[in-house]
């Protein structure tokens, strides 16, 4: 049965940073491409960053390129988002996916197979 966990979330203040985790368990997660996408109150998903399955490839909605960096350590079986110097509107429950075996990332949250709970990041300005 394939987990996903994401870790990390909290309440930090305009300008910090914070890292958040997705741990994979029941797949050898190396194989998937993964991507984070976030949810905020009265809004749509978006996706905020994706990775290919080496990690060689990545990529960032604008809103956070420059900011977020999205990395993986196979060997783990995880897959990180780090975010600096965040704003009140990266305020949003973050979520993890990944896509079925031996696909790329997606920017389309439709195309992934399986989905983490979910942590929250609230940013106070």
């Known amino acids: 049965q394939v987990q996903l966990v994401e870790s990390g979330g909290g309440l930090v203040q305009a300008g910090d940073s914070l890292r958040l985790s997705c741990a994979a368990s029941g797949v050898t997660f190396g194989w998937h491409g993964t991507g984070w996408f976030r949810q905020a109150p009265g809004k749509e998903r978006e996706f905020v960053a994706g990775?290919?399955?080496?990690?060689?490839?990545?990529d960032y909605a604008d809103s956070v390129k420059g900011r977020f960096i999205i990395s993986r350590d196979n060997a783990k079986n995880t897959v990180y988002l780090q975010m600096n110097s965040l704003k009140p509107e990266d305020t949003a429950v973050y979520y993890c996916?990944?896509?079925?075996?031996?696909?790329?990332?997606?920017?389309?949250?439709?195309?992934?197979?399986?989905w983490g709970q979910g942590t929250q990041v609230t940013v106070s300005s």
């Open positions: 996916a990944a896509r079925g075996p031996f696909t790329p990332f997606s920017y389309d949250g439709k195309e992934y197979n399986y």
């Open positions: 990775i290919s399955r080496s990690g060689g490839s990545t």
